[in-house]
């Protein structure tokens, strides 16, 4: 690779940025730093009309939060500021006129209502409704109208258009570092407008002179992007930058679950998981769509799950770091067919990331949660409690929704293991439980815990396994959860023998 590797993330601020964005993001901040390259953030604004305040500043933060960072971009600047198209305005008309000049452009003077009825004369004889090579010698344009005529109405401020002049059938041949060899034929394609007639440009026109005065080498983006390229393509050699054309690369779709179609919100709505990687809140409707920070996923974890979400690593392997994703990471890795999202892996890698943790940052993680509770514990007590939670759980943020008995006295009890578990003579068992425990040291241990239980059933000839359960019931209110003889020497000897009593009363009573 002879040129320096510069790539660019180029989200419009429309709204949220999709997960499917964010693997994006994250394809070229791999790329870019396993070749020592440079990472920019360009924002393509210049559609004022879907402006959508927040969304920039949202695209930033989301960014952030999973561990892609910015070389150059609209907070950090860099050789080529401004980084915001809307700020760039005044470059990209002169590239417009230029290609005029040149014949590889036109004017297009066509009001809305001769659009609609080209439209409709082109479907009413079953062909294309597109501008096009045959099309536009019927339009009103500067190949068609007298120059002269043509002059008068650049003269008077008349409102145009700049059209490309595409050839009319020509194979336009590209390389993807993704598909390999694409070709299309011109006849496909129609002129798009590249300078608006209020003076901006398009998205194709700012986004083509952006790559090239921004030096991008490689063009990393998703597959709805792909129609679009020969376009680019015909761009960078009309505008005499084929030399310097970057490298393309058009990534997989993200797939619903059941793999027939794009990744939505709605299936994000309907299975349970976000589709947006912060918490958003639309500006307009009020309306809120869940996050992965806010709904407790780590972002090494969702890194890593977006990251084999298109990508095969050569061995099977699933857990990489950051830094081992930058390691192992190619374009060539990276697969054609559109990659299904699985509800499941994800609850995975985020587990496996939990296990990874220490206690300690755990504790950072769920302090909001606690807090808000109004659990009034040390740090030291929370650390125990993750110690003893996180193998139970996928979520941090679960082990104290799950674990409510770590710190407050059961108010309910679960009526199946009652049922199940809790014969007549239960009652007098637990409370026989609780009268041993009432002996013990007020700082005894798990083992402590169990020997004075086992202690319990010998004397009474009551097998451990009948009074296991309702024991724990009788601390927790649940059937299941932490290592009991642990979770009873966390709570303390005080605590556990006032819950007994409590559930003897309210159990044998229900
Ligand atoms: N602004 C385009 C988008 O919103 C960028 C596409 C590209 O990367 O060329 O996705």
């Not at 950072?364 to 993750?386: F, G, H």
Request: aromatic share 10%; proline share 6%; glycine share 8%.
């Amino acid at each position: 690779m002879s040129r320096p590797v510069r790539v660019r993330f180029a989200p419009s601020p429309t709204g949220p940025l999709h997960i499917g964005g964010v693997r994006t993001a994250l394809y070229n901040y791999l790329f870019a730093r396993k070749h020592k390259g440079t990472m920019i953030l360009r924002i393509e604004d210049t559609d004022q009309n879907r402006f959508v305040p927040g969304a920039e500043s949202y695209i930033i933060e989301a960014l952030k939060w999973v561990g892609i960072e910015i070389d150059e971009g609209p907070e950090n600047g860099g050789p080529h500021a401004p980084y915001r198209q809307s700020e760039r305005k005044g470059m990209y008309a002169q590239y417009a006129y230029d290609l005029v000049e040149r014949g590889y452009a036109y004017y297009a003077f066509d009001t809305e209502e001769d659009l609609e009825q080209m439209r409709k004369r082109l479907e009413a004889s079953q062909m294309q409704p597109a501008y096009d090579g045959t099309s536009r010698m019927s339009m009103k344009n500067s190949l068609t109208l007298p120059a002269d005529d043509v002059k008068a109405r650049l003269e008077s401020g008349a409102p145009y258009v700049i059209r490309i002049k595409l050839p009319r059938k020509e194979e336009i041949r590209f390389h993807d570092s993704i598909r390999g060899w694409v070709t299309v034929n011109s006849a496909q394609l129609d002129d798009k407008v590249l300078l608006k007639s209020d003076g901006m440009p398009t998205y194709h026109l700012a986004n083509v002179v952006d790559d090239y005065l921004m030096g991008i080498s490689h063009v990393i983006r998703g597959e709805e992007w792909l129609p679009s390229a020969p376009l680019h393509v015909m761009l960078y050699r009309y505008l005499g930058w084929e030399e310097v054309m970057p490298v393309f690369a058009h990534l997989p779709l993200l797939l619903k679950p059941e793999g027939n179609g794009k990744l939505s919100k709605r299936d994000g709505d309907r299975l349970g998981f976000p589709v947006f990687p912060l918490q958003w809140t639309d500006p307009k409707t009020g309306e809120v769509s869940s996050g992965y920070r806010e709904s407790g996923y780590f972002p090494e974890a969702v890194a890593n799950m977006l990251a084999l979400l298109g990508w095969h690593p050569s061995d099977n392997r699933e857990l990489f770091s950051m830094d081992e994703l930058i390691e192992a990471f190619s374009l060539e890795k990276v697969s054609k067919s559109g990659a299904k999202f699985d509800v499941q892996k994800a609850f995975w890698f985020n587990q496996q990331y939990l296990q990874q943790k220490t206690a300690a940052e755990v504790v950072a993680v769920i302090r909001p949660l606690v807090n808000e509770a109004q659990y009034d514990v040390s740090d030291e007590y929370l650390e125990q409690v993750v110690g003893l939670m996180r193998e139970k759980v996928q979520f941090a943020n679960d082990i104290i929704r799950e674990g409510t008995y770590f710190f407050v006295a059961p108010d309910s009890y679960d009526s199946d293991v009652i049922a199940k578990k809790w014969k007549p003579e239960t009652t007098g068992h637990i409370d026989g439980i609780r009268q041993k425990f009432a002996g013990l040291n007020p700082q005894s241990a798990a083992m402590d815990f169990e020997n004075a239980f086992k202690a319990c059933c010998e004397e009474s000839g009551v097998k451990s396994g009948e009074l296991l359960q309702p024991l724990r019931l009788a601390v927790s209110g649940k059937g299941a959860g932490a290592p009991i003889w642990e979770m009873m020497a966390l709570i303390g000897r005080d605590f556990i023998t006032a819950r007994l009593e409590n559930a003897v009363k309210k159990i044998s009573f229900s």
